[in-house]
């Protein structure tokens, strides 16, 4: 060391050291970084869609995507992102907010912790095909799988609304050949649009960026209201205050398609058996594939139709046309009023006070019209056209006067409220976890619960157990609900998951016994 009157210099030997003790976490973290891309990608402005082609070598596999953009109100962050394939291209669709950047700049996750960084600039955007799209194997057992499950559909709770247009459909079934393939043909083709015809709005809705599943119709108040009057109207023409052709009078075409029609609408709220792996793959097929497979549902809901009107011996055992048909009818209207009466219920959860109150008056006077239109029948009077009319203007009414959306958030009274974080938790501590997700307008649901899920017995297994049970609520379509059966191949309710302690989650059938649920919390108790 040296001095000087004005100035000083000073030297430190140290020794050369590894670094910081952490170097190897800080490695991992820097590797997890996302790595740019040397290529730049082009996006371009389409159908109200904005569409980013990333260039990514077509051999690099891209497990659940994301676009995080760099820059801020670009796109709806809360809005669906869709992708696909070109060869080398990964292509992104977005939901745009506001002007696009000239230059766009993102890291797209392509899953297991992965990122990359990339820009792109206005320029062409190649069309592809679905990433991961499902190979034919798969749209084959999908199409069977609803058909396996519409077959089904025809012994579920759900069907109770439809009964007697089937027992209908059945009677008249026993006459002459040609009208009976004929009115077997056209409720067939009824259920198959029907199906395919929701599917189709299902498929438009998703495409608009909203979170929507199967029985999307069902969230909605105006669709209870106007259920509601039609379980009224068809009450009243099975116990014979009027005869309308459509759903009670003679086997014609424009009868069996419009009853067809009806039964898709009102048979097909609920996922049994088969159908929520089947409806679950539809909505991650191609549009064509997806409409395949919501018909193959319609078609399996009309095929032991089929095969009465078809199978000559079994047509004719079935008893002639009688006084009984007149008996059943008027028998199977009870379980129809009860549907009527479960609507006024749901409807009150959905709408509320108001929503109630517009259903009784929409009611009474929809009664008092059928009981006039039938007098005009039996009179045959010509004020029966305009009195149909007037009751096609009072259910337009009602539902314009019910609110357009669910004014409450029920849940389930029968555990928490599931969330994934509240599952997360549980599991984390070891504990044993029954998830179930319902809806107040899925029968099957409410079966279950009240066979199952409710039982003494088994709540007693559970407490003694320490299970936990979180329930979701889809009635209201809850879209982080939706969200997560998507997550898990499906697209409706009901679905019930397991988590045994140091287990995956186990999936249940969708049609749940006291013991199924007993044996679990034993063993989980041991």
Same mark, same amino acid.
């Given at each position: ?21 952490? &170097?190897?976490?800080?490695? &991992? ?55 696909? /394939? ?27 912790? &992965? ?56 009677? /008249? ?153 007149? /008996? ?191 044996? /679990? ?6």
């Amino acid at each position: 060391m040296r001095f000087s009157p004005e100035q000083g210099e000073l030297s430190l030997d140290l020794p050369v050291g590894s670094g910081t003790p952490n &170097r190897a976490e800080f490695d &991992r973290w820097r590797q997890a970084l996302p790595q740019p891309l040397a290529t730049t990608g082009h996006y371009e402005l389409a159908s109200g869609k904005l569409r980013v082609a990333i260039p990514l070598p077509a051999s690099v596999a891209v497990r659940e995507p994301y676009v995080y953009p760099v820059d801020d109100k670009v796109v709806d962050y809360e809005a669906k992102q869709n992708f696909e /394939r070109s060869g080398d291209w990964l292509i992104a669709e977005l939901q745009p907010h506001g002007t696009p950047p000239p230059r766009f700049n993102g890291v797209i996750a392509i899953g297991q912790n &992965r990122g990359l960084q990339f820009q792109a600039v206005p320029g062409p955007v190649p069309q592809g095909s679905p990433l991961n799209g499902l190979g034919w194997a798969a749209v084959l057992w999908a199409v069977l799988g609803a058909i396996a499950g519409g077959i089904l559909l025809n012994l579920m709770p759900c069907v109770f609304p439809i009964l007697a247009l089937k027992a209908l459909h059945m009677a /008249r079934a026993g006459g002459e050949a040609n009208e009976a393939r004929g009115d077997a043909l056209a409720y067939t083709a009824g259920a198959i649009v029907g199906t395919g015809a929701l599917g189709g709005v299902l498929l438009a809705i998703r495409a608009a960026g909203s979170e929507a599943g199967w029985a999307f119709q069902l969230q909605d108040p105006r669709t209870i209201i106007l259920l509601l009057l039609l379980a009224v109207a068809i009450t009243a023409n099975l116990i014979g205050l009027f005869e309308l052709p459509v759903l009670g009078g003679g086997a014609r075409p424009v009868g069996g398609f419009a009853s067809g029609a009806l039964a898709a609408f009102v048979a097909t709220p609920c996922a049994g058996p088969f159908l929520g792996v089947a409806l679950g793959t539809a909505l991650l097929l191609p549009a064509a594939g997806s409409i395949l497979v919501f018909a193959a549902l319609g078609l399996g809901l009309a095929i032991p139709f089929l095969v009465v009107s078809f199978v000559p011996a079994i047509r004719t055992r079935l008893p002639k046309p009688g006084l009984w048909m007149r /008996r059943l009818q008027q028998i199977l209207a009870v379980p129809m009023g009860a549907t009527a009466i479960a609507c006024v219920w749901l409807l009150y959860r959905q709408a509320g006070p108001r929503g109630l109150v517009v259903a009784v008056i929409a009611l009474a006077v929809l009664t008092a019209l059928l009981i006039w239109y039938g007098f005009a029948q039996r009179r045959e009077a010509r004020e029966g056209s305009a009195i149909f009319v007037f009751s096609i203007l009072v259910v337009g009414l009602a539902m314009w006067q019910v609110p357009a959306h669910p004014v409450s958030a029920p849940h389930p009274a029968g555990g928490e409220r599931w969330s994934e974080a509240r599952v997360a938790i549980y599991v984390q501590q070891n504990k044993p976890v029954f998830v179930y997700f319902t809806a107040d307008w899925c029968l099957s649901c409410k079966v279950n619960e009240a066979a199952a899920i409710d039982r003494s017995e088994v709540r007693d297994a559970f407490k003694a157990a320490g299970v936990k049970v979180l329930a979701g609520d889809w009635t209201n379509g809850d879209p982080t609900i939706t969200r997560f059966l998507e997550s898990r191949g499906r697209a409706g309710v009901p679905y019930y998951l397991w988590y045994a302690p140091g287990k995956p989650p186990e999936e249940l059938p969708q049609v749940l016994t006291p013991s199924m649920l007993i044996s /679990r919390a034993q063993s989980a108790k041991r």
